[in-house]
């Protein structure tokens, strides 16, 4: 099958830091090409892949300080993909909304996966005018906001299985927060945990401009307030393994309807179980008493540290092996490609 993946101009293909959209698209890519796939990556011009790089930018848009507004960027390369489209059996985006109008024509044999929250009120209008398009959810909480639209299927993420070791006996184990330093993702709550355990916590996470006030003004103090708070920042993915794996539970204390939630699969694949707040997909991505625990309060965390800490971290490594693989992606976005009614007519035609 000849596939177009589509990814956001922000970060490389796959991001040198924090970045879940391209990262998956990077694991979907290049299992694609594994499998033997005819596969065309559109992304920034410093993406490393196994596919055929069409790059639409230098740089990383983030990463280039001469970048001032990012969407003339992005519609140059949705332009790219247009004129192109024609060589495709199916074009997988992956970057939000902008290309909604440009694909009308070929919409059949599109498919675009929805990586952010849906409950912002400026969305339904937008999606009540494209009822049409093919569109993929990456957890079944994510659509609840939704007006009707051509939902083809919900797909999980997944991970290469080899990505992230297991690790049976964490060294020095610690609590951790993996992330964003935003107020929805709740790093206050983190840190209250940590101290009413008495247990120390590491805090591996960027800090976004839009969230630098809630950073100096909330986050900040706390963190230097208490000595068993460490702040190590934003970590790439060869520092995930060390950081996930010693690690006795991942903190997942959010407060918005967080789509999926990378963070708590990565920790799963190291065998490292998550106490997650029961928000958005968190109840669909942690299997309850088997791979992490999940709570409704400051509370019920608290009082539920120790049982997400005696958690059997062999079982949390099989549950991410039996759900959450690259494999099992890849297998679950074929069935979508392949009952898109205009893909199979096309890649007939070929």
């Known amino acids: 099958m000849k596939i177009a993946q589509i990814a956001p101009l922000a970060e490389r293909v796959p991001p040198k830091l924090y970045g879940g959209t391209e990262r998956i698209?990077?694991?979907?890519?290049?299992?694609f090409v594994r499998d033997g796939h005819d596969v065309t990556l559109f992304a920034s011009g410093d993406s490393m892949t196994s596919a055929k790089l069409v790059?639409?930018?230098?740089?990383?848009?983030?990463?280039?300080?001469?970048?001032q507004d990012p969407i003339p960027h992005q519609v140059l390369m949705l332009e790219e993909v247009r004129q192109r489209a024609h060589e495709f059996d199916v074009l997988h985006f992956h970057v939000d909304v902008l290309h909604f109008p440009i694909i009308r024509d070929f919409a059949a044999r599109t498919v675009t996966t929805l990586h952010g929250r849906l409950d912002l009120a400026d969305l339904q209008p937008f999606y009540r005018a494209f009822p049409d398009i093919?569109?993929?959810s990456i957890?079944?909480?994510?659509?609840?906001?939704?007006?009707?639209?051509?939902?083809?299927?919900?797909?999980y993420h997944g991970l290469p299985i080899s990505l992230l070791p297991f690790t049976e006996k964490p060294q020095n184990p610690y609590l951790a927060f993996l992330g964003r330093i935003s107020p929805e993702k709740r790093p206050d709550r983190a840190i209250e945990i940590a101290l009413r355990t008495g247990l120390p916590l590491k805090i591996a996470a960027k800090v976004d401009k839009i969230d630098e006030t809630y950073w100096l003004n909330v986050i900040k103090p706390l963190i230097m307030s208490n000595q068993n708070v460490e702040f190590i920042g934003e970590i790439a993915e060869h520092e995930k393994p060390d950081?996930?794996?010693?690690?006795?539970?991942?903190?997942f204390p959010i407060d918005w309807?967080?789509?999926?939630g990378l963070a708590m699969i990565e920790a799963?694949?190291?065998?490292?179980?998550?106490?997650?707040?029961?928000?958005?997909?968190?109840p669909e991505v942690v299997d309850d008493g088997i791979s992490g625990i999940l709570v409704d309060s400051m509370s019920q965390a608290v009082a539920s540290i120790g049982e997400v800490i005696g958690l059997d971290r062999r079982k949390v490594r099989a549950t991410f092996e039996q759900r959450f693989t690259v494999q099992r992606m890849a297998m679950d976005y074929l069935d979508i490609y392949r009952s898109l009614p205009d893909s199979n007519a096309h890649w007939a035609a070929e």
Not at 61 to 66: C, K, S, Y
Not at 139 to 155: A, H, I, K, L
Not at 257 to 260: G, S, T
């Open 25 to 31: 698209v990077s694991y979907l890519t290049e299992e």
């Open 257 to 260: 309807p967080e789509p999926f």
């Open 134 to 136: 093919p569109l993929v």
């Open 55 to 67: 790059a639409c930018s230098d740089v990383a848009l983030r990463l280039n300080p001469a970048v």
């Open 243 to 251: 950081f996930l794996g010693n690690a006795s539970a991942l903190l």
């Open 268 to 282: 799963m694949a190291c065998g490292t179980p998550t106490l997650a707040f029961r928000c958005g997909s968190a």
């Open 139 to 155: 957890s079944d909480s994510q659509r609840q906001p939704m007006p009707p639209v051509n939902w083809r299927g919900t797909v």
